[in-house]
């Protein structure tokens, strides 16, 4: 829920600096980045005080999708097939993973696309998927062209005849799918990586412009196939690696940093005081303080655990 009501409220992205992971042979296409931009924003908001508000991106949002949809190999298909995004709870990350979800369902040009919307289990699987329904029942323009089946956690879009559904590692029988967009949700909760592998290894090699949007918060589990996607990310960022499909985007504090300091909280908490309340957070970190049982560790959700103030 967002706490300012509005877009003129919302922190929006000034101005748009190309990711500095585009290579020398790709280029940034702003009319293909503002229609992926102007179909989320005609989306709505479908939860709380903000019920049927225009989603207007926040600014740390816009920058991602304009990465990711914008950055053009010289054929015009995306550089980028892997997102990993890993941010704090509250950041608005489900609403935002729900409509890149229904973009490459209804707005991306593939015929017969199939969209999945991981997960470890069936319950964190409909979360995004439910609020997917929502906007589409909230959108004159898309609910005219979509079948929902709630109960087999399935859209369709018709004109394209394309699907997205929601499947979890708990439920058998994923074989045999034809990705054109995987939106994985929590991938720290996964207790393996099988499920994993199997929805994203080769089952895209058949779509020209797929894409493989992975959005978490951090873990705790150090052997997991999450914090191998973290660790790659971080390599990539800080120059160790190069791999010019992935996208890399980590919102943590350092384990050096001063976990009661303000400034710390933003670094892990990008939607601080639009989505997240910063009177909560400091509410939580002077238990925190008070209760040391419930202080931040270094060994806590990988980055000294200032993703536990975010609430």
């Keep these: 829920m967002l706490l300012f009501r509005g877009g003129d409220d919302i922190r929006k992205l000034k101005k748009y600096t190309p990711t500095k992971f585009m290579l020398p042979t790709s280029h940034y296409d702003k009319d293909e980045a503002e229609f992926v931009v102007n179909f989320i924003q005609s989306l709505s908001h479908t939860k709380g005080d903000f019920f049927k508000e225009p989603f207007i991106l926040i600014d740390w949002q816009e920058q991602l999708v304009r990465d990711i949809f914008g950055t053009l190999k010289p054929d015009g298909t995306r550089q980028f097939t892997t997102a990993y995004v890993e941010i704090s709870k509250k950041s608005g990350k489900t609403e935002l993973a729900a409509a890149i979800a229904l973009y490459m369902l209804c707005a991306d040009g593939e015929q017969r696309a199939e969209v999945y919307g991981c997960a470890a289990d069936r319950d964190q699987a409909s979360l995004v998927f439910d609020v997917a329904c929502d906007m589409v029942r909230l959108s004159k323009a898309l609910k005219q062209f979509c079948d929902i089946k709630p109960s087999r956690k399935t859209i369709h879009f018709n004109p394209t005849n394309s699907v997205y559904k929601a499947l979890s590692a708990d439920v058998a029988g994923k074989s045999g799918v034809n990705v054109s967009a995987l939106i994985f949700d929590e991938l720290w909760v996964q207790k393996d990586r099988k499920f994993f592998d ?31 996607l973290h660790q790659k990310a971080k390599d990539i960022i800080e120059g160790r690696k190069v791999d010019p499909t992935f996208y890399p985007v980590i919102y943590g504090a350092e384990d050096d940093d001063d976990w009661t300091d303000e400034a710390v909280w933003a670094k892990a908490n990008p939607s601080l005081n639009i989505t997240i309340d910063i009177e909560k957070v400091r509410a939580a970190c002077e238990s925190a303080k008070m209760m040391p049982k419930n202080r931040p560790s270094a060994g806590c959700r990988w980055r000294n655990g200032i993703c536990v103030l975010s609430l």
């Design 198 to 228: 199997m929805m994203t290894k080769g089952t895209s090699d058949a779509r020209k412009n797929p894409l493989h949007f992975i959005i978490t918060t951090a873990g705790t589990d150090t052997h997991s196939i999450c914090y191998e």
